[in-house]
Structure formats: structure tokens, C-alpha cells
């Protein structure tokens, strides 16, 4: 009777002892035990990495601006030259951003040039809704000198217009593609500009024709008055950049350049060699170079 009573106690120990495992290891697979299931094999499961936010490859390009983006004064004076454009040309000698990103081929075939001489940021909705009949991946956006380069200081397009517009212009391009990317460029320095022409002859001949007067006309002019208007001119110039570079960080899909073309030192060679204002072929180049970087980056 004993004995009975000590084996009984015996399988009970053991049956308690593997309920016991059975509840603190119900959290574990291993051995030969069987893979989870249903709810719980989807959080066994590692997450599948997101889709990047921005798409270093786009597989077609529209240009949206100014001058600067026609190729204006790059190959003969006083006329447009889009195959140097910086967006979408398809000069060797500048290697566009359309076919640093495409190849020349498809650039030839997938990259539309919309910029206009002589545009300011208020036409460049319309411009917008141009290109967005193309459906294109990534739209680059040029523009602001014209709205500082007026016929006086006083003329100069407002902070609060310029932001206006450009948010204007965006809203135009969401509204139809959400998911395009969007380069922004900066505005260039325009100082620096007028300080690398007004010794030339040549070029003050042409900037009479009305090149960018609010900055550029008495060029050998260094009155107290003469510079303070160079110079409100040029803080503008660096609002408009605030406002492209605020504006653009409301978009997930938008980048802007950081100030990289207004920091960049324009120097003889990069300058038309007829206005001394717009760039050359060679400025044109730097142009691509930099919106490569920040596209690719």
C-alpha cells in the first residue's frame, strides 16, 4: 500500500513538472517543435523594408524657369540654346541632368524643357500644368533672378508673392502627381554676378539692353545710393532662397539644393562671354553637376 501511495506521488510530480514546462516554454520554437502560424507567424516574420521616399533613378524629367534654363546667351547673344540647358540639353560639353540620370538616348526622349526667358516665379504654375501633361518623375525648378531683376528695386517681386506662387506652382503639381520628385534651385548671387562683369566693356554694352537693371544698370556707379540698392537687391535674392528652401521641406518628395548654386563662385569661364550675366556652356555644366549631386545624394 505504501508503495502504491509513493508511485502515485511520483506520476503526479511528473505530470505537474511537464504542465509547468509546457506553460513557461509556450513562447518558444525550437528544436523540433513546429513553426508558428497565422498571427503569430506574421510577427515571427521580419518587416519588409519601405519604399524610399525618393527615387534616386526617376525615369523621365520636365524643366520648369527661367532664362537660366533656356541655355539664354550661352551660344550667341541674345537668344535661347536649350540643348546646353543644365536640366534637359543634349550637349556633350554640358552632360545635362537628364542625361547624367537617363542616358542620351532616353533623355532625348523623356526629358521636356518648359522654362521660359524672361519668366518669374508668378508664371510658373502655368509652366506646371504644361508639364504635368507628361507625367514626368521629377520636375526641376529654376527660378527668381527675373523677380529681383526688375527695372528698379521697388519693382521687385514681394517675399510674401514670390512664396505665394511658388506654393501655387507646387499645388499645381500635386494636384495632378503626387508622387513626382521635385528639384529646387537657388536663386544665384547676383552680386557676385555684377562684380564679375562691370569691368568688361562688352558685357556693360549689353546689360544696357536691359539685363537685370535693378542690379546691373550704373554698373561703375559706387555711390552710398548705388550700393544700397545692389544690395537690397541681393537681400532679396537670399529671402527668395529662404522661401525655396522652406517651402520645399513641407514636401517629403521635394529637395532642395542647400544654396549650392548661390554659393557657387561664377567665374570667366562660366559666364556668357556676350552679358557676363547668364551662364556659359561651361556654367551650364556646373549647373547639371550640382543638381546631380543633390538629386543622387
Known amino acids: 500500500m505504501r508503495k502504491r501511495r509513493q508511485v502515485a506521488r511520483a506520476v503526479l510530480a511528473a505530470v505537474t513538472a511537464g504542465a509547468v514546462l ?34 534616386r533613378s526617376p525615369a523621365s524629367i520636365a524643366a520648369v524657369g527661367d532664362s537660366i534654363t533656356t541655355g539664354f546667351d550661352a551660344c550667341t547673344v541674345l ?6 540647358s543644365w536640366a534637359t540639353g543634349s550637349s556633350a560639353q554640358v552632360d545635362s541632368l537628364a542625361v547624367r540620370l537617363l542616358g542620351r538616348t532616353k533623355a532625348a526622349q523623356r526629358s521636356w524643357n518648359y522654362a521660359v526667358t524672361g519668366a518669374r516665379m508668378a508664371d510658373v504654375a502655368g509652366q506646371m500644368a504644361r508639364a504635368v501633361a507628361r507625367e514626368p518623375e521629377l520636375v526641376t525648378v529654376m527660378a527668381g533672378a527675373n523677380d529681383a531683376c526688375r527695372d528698379t528695386a521697388d519693382a521687385m517681386t514681394s517675399v510674401a508673392d514670390f512664396r505665394t506662387q511658388f506654393e501655387d506652382a507646387m499645388g499645381t503639381l500635386r494636384d495632378a502627381l503626387p508622387k513626382s520628385q521635385v528639384y529646387v534651385a537657388s536663386v544665384p548671387n547676383l552680386m557676385r554676378l555684377w562684380e564679375q ?33 545692389r544690395e537690397s537687391v541681393q537681400e532679396r535674392v537670399e529671402a527668395y ?4 528652401e522652406e517651402v520645399c521641406a513641407k514636401d517629403r518628395r521635394c529637395r532642395f539644393d542647400d544654396g549650392a548654386v548661390y554659393e557657387f563662385r561664377f567665374g570667366t569661364r562660366q559666364l556668357s562671354q556676350w552679358d557676363w550675366f547668364h551662364p556659359s556652356v561651361n556654367g551650364q555644366a556646373r549647373l547639371a553637376e550640382i543638381a546631380y549631386r543633390t538629386v543622387t545624394n
Do not use: F
Open 22 to 55: 509546457g506553460v513557461a516554454g509556450c513562447d518558444a520554437v525550437g528544436g523540433n517543435s513546429p513553426a508558428p502560424s497565422g498571427t503569430e507567424a506574421q510577427s515571427a516574420r521580419p518587416s519588409p523594408k519601405p519604399t524610399p521616399t525618393w527615387d
Open 197 to 229: 562683369g562691370r569691368t568688361n566693356p562688352m558685357s556693360k554694352q549689353v546689360w544696357k539692353l536691359g539685363i537685370c537693371p535693378s542690379m546691373l544698370s550704373d554698373p561703375d556707379s559706387l555711390t552710398a545710393l548705388a550700393n544700397q540698392r
Open 241 to 244: 532662397n529662404k522661401v525655396l
Open 79 to 84: 537668344s535661347d540654346c536649350p540643348e546646353v
